[in-house]
């Protein structure tokens, strides 16, 4: 992960920074939910920072209407995307993603679109120097509880809504898909159609964790939505789990966790964080919250309950 999307602020912009790198994660997390390996999800973070920062700094637009835009435009790209990657698998479908997040970067990094503001600056983006500015959270004195507690929201909002599309046949379709393609396909399942679906939500949800960075940063370049942020993304995933959407989360929280014990090693955070997440690779596929360990923590919770209630019939 690129140093500028590395929290330094402690408190409250700390905790902001995980759940926008949880949404991250979970972006990933749902593209791996269908059987597949995305690089790329940095693309629609990179996409949903830029068109954010365009709606509230070169049209005074609000914060809501920028996300929801970003939004927008995260999962019309990630649909398109998606149908073009449709034959693709494995190795071929993770490398066509990265190769398009590369496109995306490069396509920002030669981006000039400048305009002279209010106060007498200008504004816009301005290729590989980034678009400045972006003061809507400071003009419009929204303060970083509410800030924390509107990101907080659209995390919330999107593990419910997973939560609830899981509990639907829908939700069994797309996990079947991930279990096995092919005996999903034989088994009449629209294998393809439900891969551009999960796909094209995990596009959403990556270009909002964009919009909510560009916000906090006040400032976004193309050189943040390098390799290394996709790769990180899929570490999340990997090291929190495949068995529930609160695996990213975990993982996430595990990077940053990781990042303020290593300052010690600085330097080497990068090299730890890879070594972790080749062992989990290797001694526990699933991550920390996989299949085996979700069932003993309700295992857990349905022995807890059962002294309790024993005791209401004493």
Known sequence: MNNAL????????????WI????MGLSTWLVLLTGRVSLGQQAYFGIGAYAAAVVTVMFNGSLILALLVAWLIGVIFSAIISRLLQKLNGLQFALATLAIAE?????????TWRSTHAKGYEVGPDGVHGFREIRWLFENQMGPETYLSLSACILLSALFLIWKISQTKLGLSIQSVGFDSELASVQGEPVAGLQTLTQTFAGGVGAL???LYAH???YIEPAVFDVMLGIHAVGYAMLGGLATPLGPLLGAAFDLGLLEAARIFEGWRMVIFGGLVALFLRWRPG????????????????????????????
Do not use: M
């Open 6 to 17: 590395c929290i330094t602020d402690p408190g409250i912009g700390f905790y902001t920074q």
């Open 20 to 23: 926008i790198l949880a949404l």
């Open 103 to 111: 496109l995306v970067r490069l396509g920002l990094s030669s981006w």
């Open 209 to 211: 964790a964009g919009a």
């Open 216 to 218: 906090q940063a006040t």
């Open 287 to 314: 991550g920390l919250l996989n299949h085996a360990a979700l069932s003993q923590i309700k295992h857990f919770f349905i022995q807890r309950r059962k002294p309790d209630e024993h005791s209401k019939f004493a």
